[in-house]
C-alpha cells in the first residue's frame, strides 16, 4: 500500500529538484545542497519523505492506529525538515509524505523534476545486501539525472 498522506503533484510550468530526505546525516547535506542549487537556478524544492511500515505491521494495524502512524511520520518530517532548512532558505520548498519502499517511492515523487538528489550512506557486506541501497536503486531506474551527497562531517551538520 502506497498511501499518500500530503502530496503537491509537480507543476510542469515551475521546474523543481527532488531530495529525499530521513533526517540522517547524509541526508541532511542532501537537503543543503539542493537548496543552493534551487537557489542559483531559481527553482522550488519538493522534499520526498518516505517512511515504510512492514507488511505484518500493517495487516495488523486498525484504520485510527493507521491515522495515527500517519500523522506521526508527518509531524517529525516536517520538523525535522524545518529543523534541517533553518528559518528562511530563499526558496519555495514542499514537503511530499510517503509511505512504501523508498527506492520507488522516490523514482516516482520525482517525475518531472530536473534533479533528484539523495544523500548517501556506506552500507557494506551483509547490510548492503538484506536493505539493499536507495541511491542504487534511483540511480538505476530514474529518468533524470540523479545525484548523490554523501554525509556531512559531525562538525559541519552542527553549524
Not at 537556478?41 to 493507521?66: I, P
Not at 509524505?97 to 517525475?111: M, Y
Not at 518531472?112 to 536507495?134: C, D, I, N, P
Request: proline fraction near 6%; charge should be positive; glycine fraction near 6%.
Amino acid at each position: 500500500m502506497n498511501t499518500q498522506l500530503n502530496s503537491t503533484k509537480p507543476d510542469p510550468t515551475r521546474p523543481m529538484i527532488a531530495v529525499g530526505f530521513d533526517n540522517s546525516s547524509a541526508a541532511v547535506a542532501a537537503l543543503r545542497w539542493a537548496v543552493e542549487q534551487a537557489r542559483t537556478a531559481g527553482l522550488s524544492l519538493r522534499v520526498v519523505y518516505v517512511w515504510e511500515l512492514k507488511a505484518l505491521a500493517m495487516a495488523a494495524m486498525s484504520a485510527e492506529a493507521w491515522e495515527t502512524a500517519s500523522a506521526d511520520a508527518r509531524a517529525r518530517a516536517t520538523q525535522w525538515v524545518r529543523d534541517a532548512l533553518g528559518a528562511d532558505p530563499g526558496i519555495r520548498w514542499s514537503l511530499d509524505i510517503v509511505e512504501g519502499p523508498p527506492g520507488p517511492a522516490l523514482v516516482t515523487r520525482s517525475r518531472g523534476a530536473r534533479l533528484l538528489v539523495l544523500g548517501t550512506k556506506e552500507h557494506t557486506g551483509l547490510r548492503r545486501v538484506v536493505l539493499g541501497s536507495v541511491s542504487h536503486y534511483c540511480l538505476s531506474h530514474a529518468d533524470l539525472p540523479v545525484v548523490a551527497v554523501p554525509a556531512l562531517e559531525a562538525t559541519a551538520v552542527a553549524s
